[in-house]
T-cell receptor, first 111, second 115 residues
Framework: DAKTTQPTSMDCAEGRAANLPCNHS???????VYWYRQIHSQGPQYIIH???NNETNEMASLIITEDRKSSTLILPHATLRDTAVYYC????????????FGQGTRLTINP | GAGVSQSPSNKVTEKGKDVELRCDPI?????LYWYRQRLGQGLEFLIY????????KSGLPSDRFSAERTGESVSTLTIQRTQQEDSAVYLC?????????????FGPGTRLTVL
């Protein structure tokens, strides 16, 4: 599995954009980048995924660099409810389609 | 519609006892996954089922762990002779199909405490 590297923790002010970086320098051509988040005491929640192009949905935007070695998840107007651990995952293409979770980034939104 | 449900939400057991955890996936989802999350840690993959194919058991930590799934419905994860290190939240997820782009939808988990 390609591994990802994320900062351990980040803080962001409520109402501001939260930009969460992720490095995945060993990603292969057919592997997608997924983002999930886990709010305290809940199961992980899907946010967004992409392959090469930037993606946007109602929750967030995903910016993937041209060489695909890194990406940034953007929460455009963070709220207190966005406080969670955010996981950047490169989807395993070989064999099982399991998600390989790292330690993630603990994002704290401050009032 | 209904999401993934798991039961019980909490389970406290004594060391050496067997426990059975249940997962009800989203209706129509063919793929089902079990993960384990120890306190303060990320998720560890345990096992996954896809339709009638043989399950991928590569993540099961020992032969005390087993899981079954009948068709595309309920799954049970069984831990025999529980140990204190088995204490964790056990999460189940399902997805519509077996392709790399499918999103996994997670249940709320079962918190297992082994005394």
């Amino acid at each position: 599995d390609a591994k990802t590297t994320q900062p351990t923790s980040m803080d962001c002010a409520e109402g501001r954009a939260a930009n969460l970086p992720c490095n995945h320098s060993t990603i292969s051509g057919n592997e997608y980048v997924y983002w999930y988040r886990q709010i305290h005491s809940q199961g992980p929640q899907y946010i967004i995924h992409g392959l090469k192009n930037n993606e946007t949905n109602e929750m967030a935007s995903l910016i993937i660099t041209e060489d695909r070695k890194s990406s940034t998840l953007i929460l455009p107007h963070a709220t207190l409810r966005d406080t969670a651990v955010y996981y950047c995952i490169v989807r395993d293409w070989q064999g099982a389609q399991k998600l390989v979770f790292g330690q993630g980034t603990r994002l704290t939104i401050n009032p | 519609g209904a999401g993934v449900s798991q039961s019980p939400s909490n389970k406290v057991t004594e060391k050496g006892k067997d426990v059975e955890l249940r997962c009800d996936p989203i209706s129509g989802h063919t793929a089902l996954y079990w993960y384990r999350q120890r306190l303060g840690q990320g998720l560890e993959f345990l096992i996954y089922f896809q339709g009638n194919s043989a399950p991928d058991k590569s993540g099961l930590p020992s032969d005390r762990f087993s899981a079954e799934r009948t068709g595309e419905s309920v799954s049970t994860l069984t831990i025999q002779r529980t140990q204190q290190e088995d204490s964790a939240v056990y999460l189940c997820a399902s997805s519509p199909d077996f392709v790399s782009t499918d999103t996994q939808y997670f249940g709320p988990g079962t918190r297992l405490t082994v005394l």
